[in-house]
């Protein structure tokens, strides 16, 4: 009982929350729900015993991203903070991820493996946990997309310093 | 009733379609962009669910290399915002339609 009950304060946050970044006028709330979705959501992980992700996803996305995307906000200043001017793209735009919702849903609810899947603790050997289970699969036989993740992160990072370079 | 895959499955698709009509409606390049992440959140959670119902890690480790590519892809993006504002003195993707998009 208590599972669900955290799982569906989580959802309505998380739903709420991604609602106002997409409907606020101002970069900033926008950020600042942003924020909001990123709690909700690594409270999802730790409900679906993912707990390390949930720790990644506080530190890197709360940490990192949303501080970078409040750096660029408040360096811009941008005035053009709302929606487009055109009724008929907006409701053409909330139409098109509408037909994508359902689309999914029911692909979803049309298969049984997905209605009777079921969500539970993940069950450890003897003196494992979650991180420990995690670091032994990500540095054994995902060790090298690791490395080239990395190399990604450093041509990112070079690249970043080469675009927003004032030459 | 208890929590099945599905009712992962079913949030991760409404905050992928809330990321998507943020995408769509907005002007703002920098909302845009966050849009895009509340989409790659929702992949994640999908990750997430899955790791956990097929009772294997991988999922949970694509996370890590899905949450690195966005943090490459935040960085890129960003930058490339903050020279397009120097240049045009606008992030208004109404306004930047010089190749007539």
Same mark, same amino acid.
């Given at each position: 009982m208590m599972a669900q009950v955290a799982f569906y304060i989580l959802a309505v946050l998380a739903v709420v929350s991604a609602l106002g970044v997409i409907t606020r006028e101002n970069p900033v709330h926008s950020a600042l729900w942003m924020l909001l979705t990123f709690f909700s959501v690594a409270g999802i992980f730790v409900q679906l015993g993912a707990e390390f992700v949930a720790a990644i996803q506080v530190l890197v996305? &709360?940490?990192?991203i949303l501080v970078l995307y409040l750096f660029v906000v408040m360096l811009l200043n941008?005035? &053009?903070?709302?929606?487009?001017?055109?009724p008929a793209k907006y409701i053409i735009g909330s139409a098109v991820s509408i037909v994508v919702f359902f689309q999914i849903a029911i692909t979803v609810w049309s298969s049984g493996i997905f209605k009777n899947g079921t969500i539970g603790p993940l069950p450890y050997a003897e003196g494992m946990n979650n991180v420990r289970a995690y670091g032994n699969v990500l540095f054994t036989k995902y060790l090298v997309p690791f490395e080239i993740a990395s190399l990604l992160l450093l041509v990112a990072m070079i690249g970043a310093i080469v675009i927003a370079r004032k030459d | 009733m208890e929590l099945t895959l599905a009712h992962y499955l079913i949030l991760s698709a409404v905050i992928f379609a809330l990321g998507m009509t943020g995408v769509l409606i907005r002007k703002n390049l920098i909302v845009m962009f966050m849009s895009l992440e509340l989409m790659l959140n929702a992949v994640n959670i999908n990750l997430a669910a899955f790791s956990n119902y097929l009772q294997d890690m991988t999922g949970q480790i694509f996370i890590v290399f899905v949450m690195a590519v966005a943090a490459a892809e935040a960085a890129v993006g960003l930058a490339l915002i903050i020279s397009l504002f120097r240049n045009k003195?606008?992030?208004?993707a109404e306004e930047l339609n010089i190749m007539r998009g």
């Open positions: 996305y &709360a940490g990192a941008p005035r &053009a903070g709302g929606f487009i001017r055109m | 003195q606008t992030i208004n």
